[in-house]
């Protein structure tokens, strides 16, 4: 089992900047790989980027826009979002979740946190 929360959501202006953090605890939390996701209010949940245990990233590319960066601490169990340049179009609810696999399908990530508001106004 592992367990997920996200921390670091919040309100902020068009063209600022946070900082997710999704703390992990439970076992081998290092042989995951670890998805941000997001989901605004009427929308399907989409995939953001993801990061294999060894710092490997992959990122939705059309959405992110070079704007976002996912980085891990596997000695701290957290993964990191860092969101920059922020947009309204960014506000979601951002989750965390694991998976075994490397893959930006949300049927393929077995854990999931509770979620995180990240609000952006213009």
């Known amino acids: 089992q592992v367990q997920l929360v996200e921390s670091g959501g919040g309100l902020v202006q068009a063209g600022g900047s946070l900082r997710l953090s999704c703390a992990a605890s439970?076992?081998?939390?290092?042989?995951?790989?670890v998805g941000w996701f997001r989901q605004a209010p009427g929308k399907e949940r989409e995939f953001v980027a993801s990061?294999?245990?060894?710092?490997?990233?992959?990122y939705n590319v059309d959405s992110v826009k070079g704007r976002f960066t996912i980085s891990r601490d596997n000695a701290k169990n957290t993964v990191y979002l860092q969101m920059n340049s922020l947009e309204p179009e960014d506000t979601a609810v951002y989750y965390c979740?694991?998976?075994?696999?490397?893959?930006?399908?949300?049927?393929?990530?077995?854990?999931w946190g509770q979620g995180t508001q990240v609000t952006v106004s213009s």
């Open positions: 979740a694991a998976s075994t696999v490397v893959t930006s399908l949300r049927d393929y990530y077995d854990y």
């Open positions: 990061i294999t245990w060894d710092g490997g990233t992959t």
């Open positions: 439970g076992r081998s939390f290092s042989n995951y790989v």
